[in-house]
């Protein structure tokens, strides 16, 4: 039997679930009213996330540090392993089928929490100094970064792998590097541009053309429609025509923000936006207290990079400012893995911040 003690209260982090629990009772309402079916399979997702939250939560992670690289690496090799054994949906290979079950699984989704807790376990076995990492340094953890990059981007995952990488040197920015290094890589970085955009395969280069084209996508077009038809307060569920009439394609998962403003109009866009704005200002903030704790500092910051990234790509998605990506919002649009990923992640960070006076986990206490 697992007991708790009461001392974990004081130092649970209760902003985080009162800033994202908003977030997914708002979501499940609109995926309620679009479909019952997506509406059931949604609440399976919730209790799997939950006792995923749970698990990494009660999980003594600071003991079980030195397991972090084998788990980076079997996510690497399975990463590999795509390539050779992968299973190909809509013309991309990502998925590996798990044998006698008929259950596919994502080595690119898994990889993210593998990836931020191996990053925090380099910086914290190698800190950097005052005047941030040197040359050296900055590439023995750039080869870590760039890895499951390569990796993801020959699935070809364009999205994960621009996920991957910024949240990679994200993490490093402000953990701290030689500012010299900032500026090399920056015009590296435009040398190489006309390189990589000639490597992109076919479909990522269309979606670009469309992004820089006068007239957006289909797709991108319907989802204006339905911020312009929200109007201030929005609409009514049977006056929500964009979505009633399936006019808003993937409108519960890729462009549900453009059916949120639909139904409750710029108020509600604005109360979601300021709901995340919230959440990774409140993550950021957390570095002034967590200082020297370098693995815990890595991993808050990589998750408050991360639903930066995932919310700034999906909302310019939705009004024709970016590239179209199959990028969710975090813990609201609809499905599995990205919602599973990210209770994990939370559950990892709340470990850390709620035991970081207690690293050797007295305060739980397990008997049989």
């Given at each position: 039997m697992?007991?708790?003690?009461k001392?974990?209260?004081?130092?649970?982090?209760?902003?985080?679930?009162i800033?994202?629990l908003?977030?997914?009772f708002?979501?499940?309402?609109?995926?309620?009213?679009?479909?019952d079916?997506?509406?059931?399979?949604?609440l399976?997702?919730?209790?799997i996330?939950?006792l995923?939250?749970?698990?990494f939560?009660l999980?003594p992670?600071?003991?079980m540090?030195?397991?972090?690289p084998?788990?980076?690496?079997?996510?690497t090799?399975l990463l590999?392993?795509?390539?050779?054994?992968g299973?190909?949906k809509?013309?991309?290979?990502?998925?590996?089928?798990?044998p006698?079950?008929?259950f596919?699984?994502q080595?690119?989704?898994?990889?993210?929490?593998?990836?931020i807790?191996?990053?925090?376990y380099?910086?914290?076995?190698?800190p950097?100094d005052?005047?941030?990492y040197?040359?050296?340094?900055?590439l023995k953890?750039?080869?870590?970064?760039?890895?499951?990059?390569?990796l993801i981007?020959?699935?070809?995952?364009?999205?994960?792998?621009?996920?991957l990488?910024?949240?990679g040197?994200?993490?490093?920015?402000?953990?701290?590097?030689?500012?010299?290094?900032?500026?090399?890589?920056?015009?590296?970085?435009?040398?190489a541009?006309?390189i990589?955009?000639e490597s992109l395969?076919d479909?990522?280069?269309?979606?670009?053309?469309?992004?820089i084209?006068?007239?957006?996508?289909?797709?991108?077009k319907?989802?204006?429609?339905?911020?312009?038809?929200?109007?201030?307060?929005g609409?009514?569920?049977d006056?929500?025509?964009?979505?009633k009439?399936?006019f808003?394609?993937i409108a519960t998962?890729?462009?549900?923000?453009?059916?949120?403003?639909?139904?409750?109009?710029?108020?509600?866009?604005?109360?979601l936006?300021?709901l995340y704005?919230?959440?990774i200002?409140?993550?950021?903030s957390?570095n002034?207290k967590?200082?020297?704790?370098?693995?815990?500092?890595?991993?808050?910051?990589?998750?408050?990079?991360l639903?930066?990234?995932y919310?700034?790509?999906?909302?310019?998605m939705?009004?024709?400012?970016?590239?179209?990506?199959?990028?969710?919002?975090?813990?609201?649009?609809y499905?599995?893995?990205?919602?599973?990923?990210?209770?994990?992640?939370?559950?990892?960070?709340?470990?850390?911040?709620?035991?970081?006076?207690?690293?050797?986990?007295?305060?739980?206490?397990?008997?049989?």
């Amino acid at each position: 039997m697992i007991r708790l003690d009461k001392r974990i209260l004081t130092h649970f982090d209760f902003v985080q679930p009162i800033l994202i629990l908003p977030v997914i009772f708002i979501s499940y309402s609109l995926v309620s009213e679009a479909s019952d079916m997506l509406a059931n399979k949604q609440l399976v997702y919730f209790g799997i996330g939950l006792l995923a939250f749970v698990f990494f939560f009660l999980l003594p992670i600071r003991k079980m540090e030195w397991l972090i690289p084998t788990v980076y690496w079997i996510n690497t090799i399975l990463l590999f392993s795509v390539d050779i054994f992968g299973v190909s949906k809509l013309g991309a290979q990502r998925w590996l089928e798990i044998p006698f079950v008929h259950f596919t699984l994502q080595p690119s989704e898994i990889m993210k929490p593998a990836f931020i807790l191996m990053l925090a376990y380099l910086i914290k076995k190698n800190p950097p100094d005052i005047d941030g990492y040197n040359l050296k340094q900055f590439l023995k953890i750039s080869f870590y970064i760039i890895l499951p990059f390569i990796l993801i981007l020959k699935e070809p995952d364009l999205g994960t792998a621009l996920l991957l990488i910024i949240t990679g040197y994200g993490i490093l920015f402000i953990v701290g590097v030689n500012k010299k290094i900032w500026i090399s890589l920056i015009v590296a970085m435009f040398v190489a541009t006309p390189i990589l955009y000639e490597s992109l395969h076919d479909y990522q280069k269309k979606r670009i053309t469309d992004f820089i084209s006068k007239d957006p996508s289909y797709q991108v077009k319907q989802s204006i429609i339905a911020i312009g038809n929200g109007g201030i307060t929005g609409k009514k569920a049977d006056e929500a025509t964009q979505t009633k009439f399936k006019f808003l394609p993937i409108a519960t998962s890729d462009f549900i923000f453009a059916y949120t403003v639909e139904r409750y109009g710029f108020i509600g866009g604005m109360s979601l936006i300021l709901l995340y704005g919230f959440l990774i200002a409140h993550l950021l903030s957390m570095n002034y207290k967590l200082k020297s704790d370098f693995f815990a500092k890595s991993v808050t910051s990589g998750i408050a990079i991360l639903i930066f990234i995932y919310v700034s790509v999906n909302i310019f998605m939705t009004i024709g400012f970016a590239p179209v990506v199959g990028i969710p919002l975090p813990f609201y649009s609809y499905g599995g893995s990205s919602f599973v990923t990210f209770m994990c992640l939370f559950g990892i960070l709340q470990n850390l911040l709620t035991f970081r006076f207690d690293p050797t986990y007295r305060f739980v206490k397990i008997k049989f």
